[in-house]
């Protein structure tokens, strides 16, 4: 299996943002994703926009350490916490020239697979303790693998540490806050309750895909 930290830079990849992106480990399909990218419904409740300008806003500042968007899928989560990241990305290389090595865009099905591969010998060690580490986290789709003691351990202990750092974590979930405590941990659903928490109800972009976007593209704007 290959190593999530690991990827080869292609000769023509110069741009440190896009580089970055890529090297946070960010899927070929998300990453186009930003803030200009992102088509907002015309018709946006008062809090849900009032929430995302403070998720934009978060994206510069980095506080609270915990940022969960939730909403059923298709809403824009996975778009909007991979915007946030470009930001803090952005931002690094006009600070300092370059990207930041330490930022990583986890799912959660593939981290958990990285670390079975860990476990049974298939992969080299230390997966979990560098997103542990991650100066940034986004952590997508929580909720999406079926639920066992081991998984709800390690998903437990990997929030618990980021929490305990301050280390700023962005998470996707279809599953609300009520959801996540019945059915994963209400240890993890307190700590994400503490943070910033946006709901997201948004109908399926998928499905209402206008026939003339061209072609590769969602209604994000995003490569497929």
């Not at 930003?34 to 506080?63: I, N, Y």
């Not at 609300?176 to 910033?196: C, H, K, M, Y």
């Amino acid at each position: 299996m290959r190593d999530l930290d690991t990827f080869e830079i292609l000769p023509d990849e110069k741009d440190p943002v896009e580089e970055g992106i890529r090297m946070a480990g960010v899927p070929r399909r998300y990453r186009s994703a930003s803030w200009s990218t992102w088509v907002s419904p015309p018709k946006l409740t008062p809090d849900l926009r009032e929430d995302l300008e403070r998720l934009e806003a978060w994206g510069r500042a980095g506080e609270p350490p915990i940022v969960t968007l939730s909403g059923p899928p298709g809403s824009g989560k996975t778009h909007l916490a991979t915007a946030t990241l470009r930001q803090v990305i952005e931002r690094r290389v006009a600070e300092r020239g370059s990207w930041w090595d330490s930022v990583r865009w986890r799912s959660v099905a593939g981290l958990l697979e990285r670390l079975r591969d860990e476990l049974a010998g298939r992969a080299e060690g230390c997966g979990l303790g560098k997103v542990v580490s991650s100066a940034f986290l986004v952590l997508d789709d929580l909720g999406a693998v079926r639920e066992t003691d081991w998984t709800i351990d390690r998903l437990s202990y990997l929030l618990s540490a980021r929490y305990d750092a301050c280390r700023p974590t962005i998470i996707t979930t279809n599953l609300t806050l009520n959801e996540i405590a019945g059915r994963l941990d209400a240890r993890i659903a307190s700590r994400l309750a503490e943070g910033f928490v946006v709901r997201i109800d948004l109908p399926d972009y998928r499905l209402l895909r206008p026939a003339h976007l061209a072609p590769g593209l969602d209604a994000r704007g995003v490569v497929q």
